[in-house]
């Protein structure tokens, strides 16, 4: 039984039967925002673990390690073209990109800035602790980038990692309510900039079912916001004392 | 340039394996420059990837049928790709134990306050870009706002 489970076969079998029942649920539940196939399937994937590390009287962070991750790091590696593939919706609107760089890139930095102080104050006013919240300002770039400069201004990587992988979860699943409720969709670069900040590729993904601007703008976003995460957030963490 | 024009005009798309070769070769040459960027300053692969690719196709080196099926692929599953990052939380059962419920909470109200700044950040500046350039060409138009090129985000949309 435990050398069929430490195939890489049963992790991306589980991914895609947790993403797949996901599916279902959400065209049965009419689209049920808690009932998104990735919420869904990482909640039912979770679920299994902690299961299978029952029946097996181990931790459920060795049945990650042992059984889950071998195939998971497999489909998670997909990622990465799929990552680049966003250069085909920004260079479609490269027509947008060409006329609003200036504003595109200037709304980038001086969002970032003000939701640095903002999540800062939020964290502190919830009475998280120094490395929780050092942890929290570089969440807006991805997972390669957050996690050393977390480190760097003394966060606690782990946490920034669930936070970086919760942004695109809570974008995947309250993207559309948060558009309408907000009205973003009045300005379609605003929509993709802030869809591609906070939700990365997910809401890059998401941005695109809006539109091919809000997609090209979501892709330059996960690009830029990325530099200026590397850039802005050690100096705003030194600003605000951390 | 329009979608709908690049696609009215678009050449049949190259092979697949030549797409996911394509794909292959902008990712092996980011993986090479990645690590060129100081620690201080991490760049990862998929990032340099995504703009080297972006560079690839704005310069007409490589077109846009020769990766465009294979990309849009890769795309329309990303919510799956995305499954083991969800579940690796897993991990994480621990801190999100300890560090209670507030965690969780500002992780939500981040990722809001992210979104709906930097929208409405780049809708006003774009608000006034269009302002000084509709105050710009006043002289010229007085029916700018429908023939003014920097109207054409609105119409834009499919």
Known sequence: MTEA?????FGIFL??????????????????FLFQPLFVGMVLGIIMLVIIGHLLHTSTIEVYTKYYKPGGDIVFWFLTPATIAFAIPLYKRNDIVKKYWFEILLSLIIGSIISLF???????????DRTSIAAMLPQAATTAIALPISTAIGGNASITAMAVILNAVIIYALGDWLIKIFHLNQSEIGAGL???????TIGSAKALELGSVQGSMASIAVVIIGVVVDLVVPSVARILGL | MTQKQTDSRQPKSAPILVQMGIFAAVLFVSSLISPLFPASFPVPTPVIGLILLYLLLTCHIVKLEWVDNFGSFLISMIGFLFVPSGISLAT????????????IIVIIISTVLMLVITAYTARFLILLHNKLQSSRSAHQSTTFKHHSPFKKEVSNND
Request: charge should be positive.
């Open chain 1, 5 to 9: 489970l430490s195939q890489p076969l």
């Open chain 1, 194 to 200: 802030g869809l591609g900040t906070a939700g990365h």
């Open chain 1, 118 to 128: 903002l999540i800062y104050y939020v964290a502190k006013g919830l009475g998280l």
């Open chain 1, 15 to 32: 991914s895609l039967a947790v993403f797949l029942i996901g599916q279902w649920l959400f065209k049965v539940g009419k689209g049920f």
């Open chain 2, 92 to 103: 994480s059962l621990d801190t999100m134990a300890k560090s209670g419920i507030q965690i």
